[in-house]
């Protein structure tokens, strides 16, 4: 089954430091999106990406975050000001295509600690 | 507000029983809602879904169950193995395509008893 990739898998960063998590989504697939989990919470929405451009975004999503697609293959994730609260488990995901019932395929994670 | 949640944080059962895993949602609008299981170190990995006009659906040794009056959602597990053992959880999707977004459930802890 194709997979959706992930690195690094551990990141470790001082406060205040820049971060680039990077992802390479399923080849065939249009939509990608960045959740992340924090340890023993559930899973949350970060920003959904199409077409080059955000599509949607939840309030984590602040300025600090940004999204690029620099290339044919990559979608990553920069924070640009770590803060300790940022400290998670980041997954990238995609989706192939616009049916609601289409699977959404998670990468393995990257854990982000901000010391 | 809305949310989508797990009644008990942690499961155990003997291995061989059937496990349930049971969700409440609180979004009547709701219209897709997907299971997921996560096992230690890995993403979240698609289980089974079911839409918001259909009651059951079944797939291999899974069983996904939806009361639309009473808002909830359950997993059903048949002769639960050991390989089972994860954290589960329920989510809902709103939309499709770009707009497409997944709430997420607290996750319920899965242990199998050899």
């Known amino acids: 089954e194709p997979e959706v990739t992930q690195t690094p898998s551990h990141q470790v960063t001082q406060m205040g430091q820049e971060v680039i998590l990077r992802c390479v989504p399923i080849s065939n697939h249009l939509y990608f999106y960045w959740y992340r989990q924090i340890l023993g919470q559930k899973v949350e929405f970060l920003v959904s990406f199409y077409n080059n451009e955000i599509s949607e975004k939840s309030e984590i999503f602040d300025d600090q975050f940004s999204v690029e697609r620099p290339d044919g293959s990559n979608f990553t994730l920069k924070i640009r000001s770590t803060k300790l609260e940022d400290s998670a488990m980041y997954f990238c995901?995609?989706?192939?295509?616009?049916?609601?019932?289409?699977?959404?395929?998670f990468g393995s994670g990257t854990q982000l600690s901000v010391l | 507000g809305e949310s989508v949640g797990l009644h008990l944080p942690t499961l155990s059962v003997q291995e061989g029983d059937n496990s349930i895993i049971n969700c409440a949602y609180s979004?009547?609008?709701?219209?897709?809602f997907i299971w997921y299981k996560q096992e230690s170190g890995k993403g979240p990995q698609f289980i089974i879904d079911?839409?918001?006009?259909?009651d059951k659906r079944q797939g291999q040794r899974v069983t996904v169950l939806l009361n639309k009056t009473v808002k909830h959602l359950s997993l059903q597990i048949a002769a639960t193995q050991p390989g089972d053992s994860a954290v589960y959880f329920c989510a809902e999707n709103r939309a499709a395509g770009a707009n497409s977004k997944l709430t997420f459930g607290k996750g319920i802890t899965l242990s199998v008893r050899p």
């Open positions: 995901a995609s989706l192939r295509g616009t049916t609601i019932n289409e699977k959404l395929f």
């Open positions: 079911i839409r918001s006009n259909m």
């Open positions: 979004n009547s609008a709701s219209d897709y």
